[in-house]
Protein backbone atom coordinates (compact mmCIF):
# COMPACT_ATOMS: atom_id res chain seq x y z
CA UNK A 1 0.00 0.00 0.00
CA UNK A 2 1.04 3.62 -0.64
CA UNK A 3 2.87 5.23 2.19
CA UNK A 4 2.03 9.26 3.50
CA UNK A 5 4.79 11.34 2.64
CA UNK A 6 5.50 12.06 6.27
CA UNK A 7 6.15 8.28 7.42
CA UNK A 8 9.11 8.41 5.39
CA UNK A 9 12.13 7.89 6.91
CA UNK A 10 15.10 10.42 5.74
CA UNK A 11 16.49 7.01 3.70
CA UNK A 12 13.30 6.87 1.94
CA UNK A 13 12.92 10.53 1.22
CA UNK A 14 16.32 10.77 -0.66
CA UNK A 15 15.70 7.11 -2.25
CA UNK A 16 12.24 8.54 -3.79
CA UNK A 17 14.29 11.98 -4.85
CA UNK A 18 16.75 10.37 -6.92
CA UNK A 19 13.72 7.54 -8.52
CA UNK A 20 11.94 11.27 -9.33
CA UNK A 21 15.07 12.58 -10.84
CA UNK A 22 15.74 9.57 -12.80
CA UNK A 23 11.81 9.84 -14.06
CA UNK A 24 11.78 13.06 -14.98
CA UNK A 25 15.15 13.15 -16.84
CA UNK A 26 13.52 10.05 -19.05
CA UNK A 27 10.38 12.42 -19.62
CA UNK A 28 12.28 15.00 -20.94
CA UNK A 29 14.73 12.80 -22.84
CA UNK A 30 11.48 11.72 -24.76
CA UNK A 31 9.78 14.88 -24.89
CA UNK A 32 13.29 15.90 -26.60
CA UNK A 33 12.91 12.76 -29.08
CA UNK A 34 9.46 13.56 -29.95
CA UNK A 35 9.97 17.41 -30.82
CA UNK A 36 13.26 17.49 -32.36
CA UNK A 37 11.71 17.58 -35.91
CA UNK A 38 9.20 20.16 -35.51
CA UNK A 39 10.34 22.33 -32.52
CA UNK A 40 14.49 21.83 -32.47
CA UNK A 41 15.07 24.70 -30.34
CA UNK A 42 12.61 23.22 -27.54
CA UNK A 43 13.63 19.82 -27.88
CA UNK A 44 17.23 21.43 -27.61
CA UNK A 45 16.17 22.57 -24.08
CA UNK A 46 14.68 19.22 -22.98
CA UNK A 47 17.53 17.70 -23.56
CA UNK A 48 19.68 20.33 -21.40
CA UNK A 49 16.80 19.96 -18.92
CA UNK A 50 17.29 16.06 -18.91
CA UNK A 51 20.80 16.62 -18.77
CA UNK A 52 20.48 18.63 -15.58
CA UNK A 53 18.28 16.06 -13.99
CA UNK A 54 21.13 13.85 -14.34
CA UNK A 55 23.83 15.63 -12.52
CA UNK A 56 21.30 16.20 -9.92
CA UNK A 57 20.32 12.35 -9.78
CA UNK A 58 24.48 11.93 -8.98
CA UNK A 59 24.34 14.59 -6.28
CA UNK A 60 21.30 12.93 -4.56
CA UNK A 61 22.84 9.53 -5.18
CA UNK A 62 26.47 10.94 -3.73
CA UNK A 63 24.64 12.32 -1.06
CA UNK A 64 22.71 9.05 -0.36
CA UNK A 65 25.60 7.07 0.02
CA UNK A 66 27.65 9.44 2.46
CA UNK A 67 25.17 9.21 5.24
CA UNK A 68 23.34 5.51 4.49
CA UNK A 69 25.37 3.53 2.22
CA UNK A 70 25.13 1.72 -0.90
CA UNK A 71 22.06 0.52 -1.23
CA UNK A 72 19.39 2.70 -2.47
CA UNK A 73 15.33 0.89 -1.57
CA UNK A 74 13.23 1.14 -4.32
CA UNK A 75 10.51 3.55 -3.71
CA UNK A 76 8.73 5.56 -6.39
CA UNK A 77 5.97 8.21 -7.00
CA UNK A 78 3.47 5.78 -7.27
CA UNK A 79 4.62 3.99 -4.25
CA UNK A 80 3.49 7.76 -1.88
CA UNK A 81 0.59 9.25 -1.61
CA UNK A 82 -0.14 12.63 -3.10
CA UNK A 83 1.75 12.90 -6.10
CA UNK A 84 -0.68 13.87 -9.59
CA UNK A 85 -0.95 10.67 -11.51
CA UNK A 86 0.64 11.51 -15.25
CA UNK A 87 -0.69 10.71 -18.72
CA UNK A 88 1.88 9.59 -20.39
CA UNK A 89 2.14 12.49 -22.89
CA UNK A 90 5.63 11.30 -24.07
CA UNK A 91 4.49 8.27 -25.60
CA UNK A 92 2.21 10.24 -28.47
CA UNK A 93 3.35 10.38 -31.34
CA UNK A 94 3.23 13.31 -32.50
CA UNK A 95 3.67 15.59 -29.68
CA UNK A 96 1.53 18.64 -28.99
CA UNK A 97 3.35 21.48 -28.00
CA UNK A 98 0.59 22.93 -25.51
CA UNK A 99 0.47 19.41 -23.82
CA UNK A 100 4.29 19.44 -23.95
CA UNK A 101 4.32 22.35 -22.41
CA UNK A 102 1.16 21.78 -19.44
CA UNK A 103 3.12 18.27 -18.49
CA UNK A 104 6.13 19.57 -17.65
CA UNK A 105 4.77 22.55 -16.06
CA UNK A 106 3.43 20.44 -14.01
CA UNK A 107 6.15 18.21 -13.50
CA UNK A 108 8.28 20.99 -12.07
CA UNK A 109 6.07 21.97 -9.62
CA UNK A 110 5.79 19.25 -8.25
CA UNK A 111 8.73 18.34 -7.87
CA UNK A 112 10.03 21.52 -6.24
CA UNK A 113 6.92 21.14 -3.73
CA UNK A 114 8.49 17.89 -2.96
CA UNK A 115 12.20 19.10 -2.02
CA UNK A 116 10.31 22.08 -0.03
CA UNK A 117 8.49 19.66 1.79
CA UNK A 118 11.60 17.01 2.35
CA UNK A 119 13.60 20.39 3.49
CA UNK A 120 11.60 20.05 6.09
CA UNK A 121 11.66 16.59 7.14
CA UNK A 122 16.02 16.58 6.98
CA UNK A 123 17.88 17.05 9.70
CA UNK A 124 21.28 16.94 8.00
CA UNK A 125 22.51 21.00 7.13
CA UNK A 126 23.88 19.60 3.86
CA UNK A 127 21.33 17.48 2.86
CA UNK A 128 18.70 19.81 3.35
CA UNK A 129 21.14 22.80 1.39
CA UNK A 130 21.03 20.21 -1.42
CA UNK A 131 17.21 20.01 -1.55
CA UNK A 132 17.32 23.77 -1.40
CA UNK A 133 19.16 24.15 -4.65
CA UNK A 134 17.09 21.95 -6.46
CA UNK A 135 14.23 23.34 -5.43
CA UNK A 136 15.06 26.41 -6.88
CA UNK A 137 16.37 24.66 -9.95
CA UNK A 138 12.82 23.28 -10.45
CA UNK A 139 11.34 26.67 -10.05
CA UNK A 140 14.06 28.02 -13.26
CA UNK A 141 12.57 24.62 -15.37
CA UNK A 142 8.90 26.04 -14.30
CA UNK A 143 9.44 29.42 -15.78
CA UNK A 144 11.10 27.35 -19.24
CA UNK A 145 8.55 25.38 -19.48
CA UNK A 146 6.12 27.82 -19.01
CA UNK A 147 7.34 29.73 -22.29
CA UNK A 148 9.69 27.24 -24.04
CA UNK A 149 9.96 29.22 -27.28
CA UNK A 150 8.92 32.47 -26.29
CA UNK A 151 11.40 34.91 -24.08
CA UNK A 152 11.14 34.32 -20.41
CA UNK A 153 9.37 36.59 -18.25
CA UNK A 154 11.05 38.15 -15.37
CA UNK A 155 8.06 37.90 -13.01
CA UNK A 156 8.75 34.27 -11.88
CA UNK A 157 5.78 34.49 -9.56
CA UNK A 158 3.25 35.37 -11.68
CA UNK A 159 4.53 32.12 -13.52
CA UNK A 160 4.33 30.17 -10.80
CA UNK A 161 0.32 31.25 -9.92
CA UNK A 162 -0.67 30.40 -13.16
CA UNK A 163 0.56 26.85 -13.03
CA UNK A 164 -1.01 26.73 -9.67
CA UNK A 165 -4.01 27.44 -11.43
CA UNK A 166 -3.66 25.47 -14.29
CA UNK A 167 -2.81 22.67 -11.06
CA UNK A 168 -5.93 23.43 -9.51
CA UNK A 169 -8.21 23.13 -13.01
CA UNK A 170 -6.51 19.57 -13.45
CA UNK A 171 -6.82 18.62 -10.06
CA UNK A 172 -10.24 20.20 -8.48
CA UNK A 173 -12.03 19.80 -11.75
CA UNK A 174 -11.33 16.61 -12.50
CA UNK A 175 -12.96 15.21 -9.27
CA UNK A 176 -15.61 17.16 -10.22
CA UNK A 177 -15.98 15.85 -13.72
CA UNK A 178 -15.73 12.70 -12.79
CA UNK A 179 -18.64 12.66 -10.08
CA UNK A 180 -20.71 14.11 -13.06
CA UNK A 181 -19.98 11.38 -15.38
CA UNK A 182 -20.33 8.89 -12.78
CA UNK A 183 -23.78 10.34 -11.46
CA UNK A 184 -25.13 10.98 -14.74
CA UNK A 185 -24.14 7.79 -16.26
CA UNK A 186 -24.55 5.13 -13.66
CA UNK A 187 -27.47 6.04 -12.28
CA UNK A 188 -29.09 5.73 -15.97
CA UNK A 189 -29.94 1.98 -15.48
CA UNK A 190 -31.40 1.77 -12.19
CA UNK A 191 -33.86 5.01 -12.65
CA UNK A 192 -35.02 3.86 -16.16
CA UNK A 193 -35.21 0.11 -15.18
CA UNK A 194 -37.81 1.22 -12.33
CA UNK A 195 -39.21 3.46 -14.47
CA UNK A 196 -40.61 0.79 -17.03
CA UNK A 197 -41.20 -2.01 -13.94
CA UNK A 198 -43.59 0.38 -12.39
CA UNK A 199 -44.72 3.11 -14.88
CA UNK A 200 -45.30 5.16 -12.14
CA UNK A 201 -43.13 8.82 -11.69
CA UNK A 202 -43.47 8.71 -7.70
CA UNK A 203 -41.60 5.15 -7.75
CA UNK A 204 -38.84 6.16 -10.48
CA UNK A 205 -38.39 8.99 -8.57
CA UNK A 206 -37.83 7.60 -5.23
CA UNK A 207 -35.23 4.80 -7.20
CA UNK A 208 -33.31 7.76 -9.13
CA UNK A 209 -33.21 9.68 -5.73
CA UNK A 210 -31.66 6.66 -3.72
CA UNK A 211 -29.14 5.71 -6.44
CA UNK A 212 -28.10 9.42 -6.74
CA UNK A 213 -27.53 9.69 -2.91
CA UNK A 214 -25.68 6.65 -2.50
CA UNK A 215 -23.37 7.09 -5.73
CA UNK A 216 -22.60 10.62 -4.55
CA UNK A 217 -21.42 8.90 -0.99
CA UNK A 218 -19.62 6.25 -2.74
CA UNK A 219 -17.84 8.28 -5.20
CA UNK A 220 -17.45 10.95 -2.40
CA UNK A 221 -15.38 8.54 0.15
CA UNK A 222 -13.18 7.24 -2.79
CA UNK A 223 -11.48 10.49 -4.03
CA UNK A 224 -11.21 11.84 -0.04
CA UNK A 225 -9.46 8.46 0.76
CA UNK A 226 -7.47 8.53 -2.30
CA UNK A 227 -4.12 10.48 -1.02
CA UNK A 228 -3.98 13.00 1.24
CA UNK A 229 -2.76 15.78 -1.51
CA UNK A 230 0.11 16.82 0.75
CA UNK A 231 3.02 17.00 -1.97
CA UNK A 232 1.01 18.62 -5.14
CA UNK A 233 -1.00 21.22 -3.25
CA UNK A 234 -4.65 19.42 -4.55
CA UNK A 235 -6.17 20.81 -1.27
CA UNK A 236 -7.95 19.09 1.16
CA UNK A 237 -9.13 15.49 0.54
CA UNK A 238 -12.34 16.04 1.94
CA UNK A 239 -13.01 19.17 -0.14
CA UNK A 240 -12.48 17.48 -3.46
CA UNK A 241 -15.00 14.58 -1.81
CA UNK A 242 -17.01 17.03 -1.27
CA UNK A 243 -16.80 18.12 -4.77
CA UNK A 244 -17.13 14.45 -6.50
CA UNK A 245 -19.42 13.50 -4.17
CA UNK A 246 -22.03 16.62 -4.87
CA UNK A 247 -21.40 16.10 -8.31
CA UNK A 248 -22.10 12.83 -8.68
CA UNK A 249 -25.41 13.16 -6.89
CA UNK A 250 -26.51 16.32 -9.14
CA UNK A 251 -25.06 14.27 -12.12
CA UNK A 252 -28.05 11.64 -11.19
CA UNK A 253 -30.31 14.08 -9.38
CA UNK A 254 -30.90 15.94 -12.60
CA UNK A 255 -32.44 13.27 -14.53
CA UNK A 256 -34.48 12.00 -11.71
CA UNK A 257 -36.23 15.35 -11.34
CA UNK A 258 -38.26 14.86 -14.32
CA UNK A 259 -40.09 12.29 -12.40
CA UNK A 260 -41.56 14.37 -10.32
CA UNK A 261 -43.89 15.06 -12.68
CA UNK A 262 -47.57 13.06 -12.10
CA UNK A 263 -47.89 11.60 -16.28
CA UNK A 264 -45.18 9.03 -16.76
CA UNK A 265 -45.12 9.95 -20.46
CA UNK A 266 -44.44 13.50 -20.16
CA UNK A 267 -41.59 12.93 -17.05
CA UNK A 268 -40.17 10.15 -19.16
CA UNK A 269 -39.60 12.31 -22.37
CA UNK A 270 -38.27 15.36 -19.79
CA UNK A 271 -36.38 13.08 -18.51
CA UNK A 272 -34.55 11.54 -21.99
CA UNK A 273 -33.75 15.11 -23.12
CA UNK A 274 -32.34 16.00 -19.52
CA UNK A 275 -29.88 12.89 -20.28
CA UNK A 276 -29.45 14.37 -23.82
CA UNK A 277 -28.06 17.67 -22.21
CA UNK A 278 -26.22 15.71 -19.66
CA UNK A 279 -24.27 13.72 -22.08
CA UNK A 280 -23.77 16.96 -24.01
CA UNK A 281 -22.43 19.34 -21.46
CA UNK A 282 -20.03 16.54 -20.17
CA UNK A 283 -18.63 16.44 -23.75
CA UNK A 284 -17.90 20.10 -23.52
CA UNK A 285 -15.96 20.10 -20.16
CA UNK A 286 -14.24 16.99 -21.28
CA UNK A 287 -13.14 18.64 -24.72
CA UNK A 288 -12.72 22.23 -22.06
CA UNK A 289 -10.91 21.17 -19.70
CA UNK A 290 -9.50 17.85 -20.45
CA UNK A 291 -7.67 18.17 -24.05
CA UNK A 292 -10.30 15.69 -25.53
CA UNK A 293 -11.19 16.32 -28.64
CA UNK A 294 -15.15 17.22 -28.97
CA UNK A 295 -15.74 14.89 -31.21
CA UNK A 296 -14.00 11.81 -29.60
CA UNK A 297 -15.24 12.89 -25.79
CA UNK A 298 -19.28 12.81 -27.03
CA UNK A 299 -18.63 9.45 -28.71
CA UNK A 300 -16.83 7.94 -25.55
CA UNK A 301 -19.59 9.85 -23.09
CA UNK A 302 -23.01 9.24 -25.72
CA UNK A 303 -21.71 5.73 -26.41
CA UNK A 304 -21.85 5.15 -22.65
CA UNK A 305 -24.38 6.83 -21.78
CA UNK A 306 -26.68 5.06 -24.93
CA UNK A 307 -25.92 1.53 -23.49
CA UNK A 308 -26.46 1.88 -19.71
CA UNK A 309 -29.69 3.72 -20.92
CA UNK A 310 -30.81 0.82 -23.13
CA UNK A 311 -29.60 -1.52 -20.63
CA UNK A 312 -32.03 -0.19 -18.00
CA UNK A 313 -34.93 -0.40 -20.58
CA UNK A 314 -34.20 -3.54 -21.31
CA UNK A 315 -34.57 -4.79 -17.90
CA UNK A 316 -37.10 -2.52 -16.97
CA UNK A 317 -39.65 -4.15 -19.84
CA UNK A 318 -38.34 -8.02 -18.95
Request: proline share 3%; hydrophobic share 45%; with cysteine.
Amino acid sequence: MAKNFKDLSEREILALAIALEEEDGRIYADFADGLRDTYPATAKMFEEMQAEESGHRRSLIDTYRQRFGEHIPLIRRQDVKGFVTRRPEWLVRPLGINKVRKQAEIMELETRRFYERAQERISDASTRKLLGDLAEVERQHQAQAESLEEKLTTDVRAQEEAASRRLFVLQIVQPGLAGLMDGSVSTLAPLFAAAFATKNSGDAFLVGLAASVGAGISMGFAEALSDDGSLTGRGHPWVRGVVCGLMTTAGGIGHTLPFLIPNFHIAFTTAVLVVAAELGAISYIRHRYMDSPFVTAALQVVVGGVLVFLAGILIGSS
